[in-house]
């Protein structure tokens, strides 16, 4: 099916089980253990693999002397890059999976053990003995941003009017820097394999966000045809981006499995994960802002530093400045260094989550230097068309003007209530109340301050396949590989199937996350709800063609409710239409060019109140409110979910989250969840989300866009702001610790 016109009235539209508050459908068997995720497997006759990493982050492997270990209690074989044959690189992967004799960064692996025990294989891993040529590596960005260069490929630098000039004759300018630091996905289940072969085909059992990317990479890796491959990831224990790409867990379970010829589970120890997968990379971010007295911004501009291996992606940090806030003269620039530390890749919201962090909290200093409402100053500075066109500045009936005049033109947004979004907010956190003066709210020992930030993420969708079975007794069956990372996707796609053939909740299976399964979307870029629904409602379209034609309807104007297919004085059983065997069809949503005519965006707006601790600097959260725009919400249950999940995880980035980088060794030193801390129950309050009323025929069939992201973009800077109005001390390095405001609380 392809989507290239806005969608009209269709039968989600009827909202009876879409847009409802339907709790999951696998919940059950989640909460009664029933729910097997990736090693949980078990398999007879199975072995177990430890994965040994490079103790060095750059250089060669001198020699490796296994002899020992070989010998140790239960020991099979030993996996490394001498014996697992000719290997291939994913294309979604910067580093090798499997190291040596070169090291790129420091836990690359460099080999498994397998041995009839985990505890065997643990004890046999440590008595691994390399001798390493170390090299001189890349380890601060600080030093290397001065080398940093324009990525050949992602983000391009941006430029309207002529932004130094604008910048200079501004009435107001501001000018900061901020420093955002690498940080973990730290998702519960750690990434982990089954892996066993048949023959020449491989089954595997992988914790994996998207399915086809990972088999396509596994195949190119092993060199072998992606059709010998079966992966499967029916639970996944969550993901945050850390499991988007094919990771070393999943190829050492299969070259394991091809030695031993039994089946091999590998799961990443902890320690291990920081280092050797990937994370989000540390950034750098020059904000400058210029503004008339009134308070309207006349000069924007953003530039961004990161750091990743060679051929590595740059952290695009600056991208949300090109929507957000109007501005005649503007710039942006996206600059990358070659770094030795471990490869640096998408983590839940890349881009817009470390960029609002810089960019919100300057918007809020610049509102201080106006003196204005930091809330008003964001919706004085609204606009309705992208900022980053040449007509940005012009009125929408200017725009709509040049457009039917064949010029050219500012692209419009198919939706933005930021406005809404902040105003809402607003009037239901009690902004009202709230000091301008910062550091005289006090709550006995405890200085009070809120903050407040703008968010956004950019609307992506993906084509994305199913295939729609009935069967003879009225059951739907959905089959996609698509993945359920603690999203919900179980339950909207069963809702999205229940809603377009008539039948209760209860009348749907969903399948999931099998590589047999048609192609989906996958889970990942706040695109995966959108998509893969948008791509069960094409499969339940032609399954309504094919049962009507079966019962002698036109499926033009048949009715399907209650489980019944009706039209006129006709009514049938759906379920009769299968009565001769089962209804199998298979179909795509294909997205077309609608992004091109209207910008998709999602918007909201973070408010949060914070205490702390006059004496000793200890902080507490102690509400926190999202309003979101974001289209058609398709489950407010699960949406909510993600959205206090995205939430929390802000607040970890704000107060607690950062990878310590070792500028001597090249490695991550808290590399486990005692030193990497992320929050806890006692850590968040009481959490608000509102959804606004909306839908976006531009979007999808589903008229939706994704949450799950949007919730964590500008949490940090809203965090940031209030600590600033509690205590009047500003901090532009993340994470905002005690020790950087502390001094600055205290009597001299």
């Known amino acids: 099916m392809k989507f290239d016109t806005p969608a009209t ?14 709790h999951r459908i696998e919940g059950p068997l989640k909460v009664t253990g029933q729910a ?47 014996n697992a044959g000719d290997l291939g690189k994913g294309d979604m992967n910067t580093a090798k999976l499997l190291g040596g004799p070169e090291i790129q960064h420091y836990h690359q692996a460099i080999a498994l053990v397998i041995a009839e025990s985990f505890e065997q294989a643990r004890a046999a891993a440590n008595l691994v003995r390399v001798d390493y040529a170390e090299e001189k590596g890349s380890f601060d960005l600080e030093v290397a941003k001065s080398e940093a260069t324009k990525p050949e490929s992602g983000e391009p630098d941006s430029d309207v009017g002529d932004f130094e000039a604008g910048f200079d004759s501004a009435a107001v300018k501001f000018d900061q820097t901020y420093h955002t630091p690498d940080q973990s996905h730290s998702m519960m289940e750690p990434h982990a394999s089954v892996a066993t072969w048949e023959g020449d085909k491989l089954k595997i059992w992988h914790s994996n966000q998207m399915i086809n990317w990972g088999t396509n990479d596994l195949a190119k890796t092993l060199k072998i045809e992606r059709d010998k491959i079966q992966l499967m990831s029916p639970f996944v224990g969550g993901g945050f981006g850390g ?43 020059r904000i400058r802002i210029g503004a008339g007295e009134d308070g309207k911004i006349t000069a924007i501009g953003h530039e961004g530093w990161s750091g990743d291996l060679e051929d590595g992606q740059p952290e695009t940090a600056v991208q949300q400045t090109r929507f957000l806030y109007a501005g005649a003269d503007r710039m942006t620039r996206t600059r990358l260094a070659v770094l030795n530390l471990p490869e640096g890749n998408a983590m839940r919201a890349p881009g817009e989550a470390p960029g609002l962090m810089a960019l919100e909290i300057a918007m809020d200093e610049m509102a201080e230097q106006l003196k204005l409402d930091p809330v008003e ?77 703008a968010a956004f993420r950019n609307n992506l969708v993906m084509d994305s396949g199913a295939r729609a079975i009935l069967g003879a007794d009225g059951l739907v069956t959905i089959e996609t590989d698509m993945t359920d990372i603690g999203t919900g996707s179980y339950t909207i ?6 809603e377009m053939m008539g039948v209760p909740l209860e009348m749907v299976s969903v399948r999931l996350a099998d590589s047999t399964y048609p192609v989906s979307s996958g889970s990942g870029g706040q695109f995966g709800a959108n998509s893969s629904t948008a791509g069960v409602y094409a ?14 309807f036109n499926a033009s104007d048949a009715k399907f409710a209650d489980q019944q297919v009706s039209s006129g004085n006709r009514s049938l059983a759906l379920k009769d239409a299968a009565k001769d065997g089962e209804i199998v069809v298979e179909d795509k949503i294909e997205f077309g060019d609608l992004g091109k005519e209207k910008q998709q965006s999602t918007f909201g707006a973070h408010f949060v109140e914070v205490g702390v601790d006059r004496f000793t600097g200890e902080t507490r959260i102690r509400r926190m409110l999202a309003i979101c725009a974001a289209g058609r919400i398709l489950n407010p249950i699960t949406a909510r979910s993600q ?15 950062e ?5 001597r060794h090249g490695f991550f030193v808290n590399h486990d969840l005692a030193g990497y801390e992320v929050p806890v129950h006692a850590d968040i309050p009481h959490q608000e989300v509102i959804f606004l009323d909306e839908t976006d025929p531009n979007s999808s069939p589903m008229k939706a866009k994704g949450v799950g992201e949007l919730g964590l973009c500008g949490v940090g800077a809203a965090v940031a702001n209030a600590l600033y109005n509690a205590t009047g001390v500003r901090v532009r390095e993340y994470p905002i610790t005690l020790d950087k405001f502390l001094p600055g609380i205290l009597p001299a």
Not at 659 to 663: G, T
């Open 9 to 22: 009235t269709n039968p989600i539209d009827q909202l009876k089980v879409v847009g409802q508050p339907h």
């Open 36 to 82: 097997h995720y990736a090693y949980e497997n078990n398999l007879p006759n199975q072995t177990y693999g430890y994965v040994v990493g490079a103790a060095i982050a750059k250089g060669r492997i001198n020699s490796m002397d296994l002899d020992e270990a070989r010998k140790a209690p239960g020991v099979i074989d030993i996996v490394t890059a001498e």
């Open 243 to 285: 499991k988007l790409f094919l990771r070393t867990d999943a190829l050492l379970a299969a070259l394991g499995s091809r030695a031993v010829n039994r089946p091999v589970k590998v799961a990443l120890q902890r320690p291990l994960i920081p280092n050797n997968t990937t994370h989000r990379p540390a950034t750098i971010q």
């Open 377 to 453: 100053f964001r919706v004085m500075n609204d606009t309705q068309v992208v900022p980053d066109t040449p007509e940005q500045q012009t009125s929408d009936d200017d725009s709509q003007a040049k457009r039917d005049e064949g010029g050219s033109k500012a692209l419009p947004f198919s939706q933005r209530q930021l406005v809404e979004c902040l105003h809402q907010g607003a009037e239901r956190f009690g902004w009202n109340k709230r000091n301008a003066k910062p550091g005289l709210v006090r709550d006995g020992r405890w200085l009070v301050g809120f903050g407040v930030a």
């Open 493 to 498: 796609i069963a809702q999205t199937a229940a």
């Open 539 to 552: 499969a339940c379209v032609k399954l309504r063609e094919a049962v009507a034609q079966k019962l002698g």
């Open 643 to 657: 959205v206090i999940g995205a939430m929390t995880m802000g607040v970890g980035g704000a107060l607690m989250e």
């Open 659 to 663: 990878l310590a980088v070792d500028k």
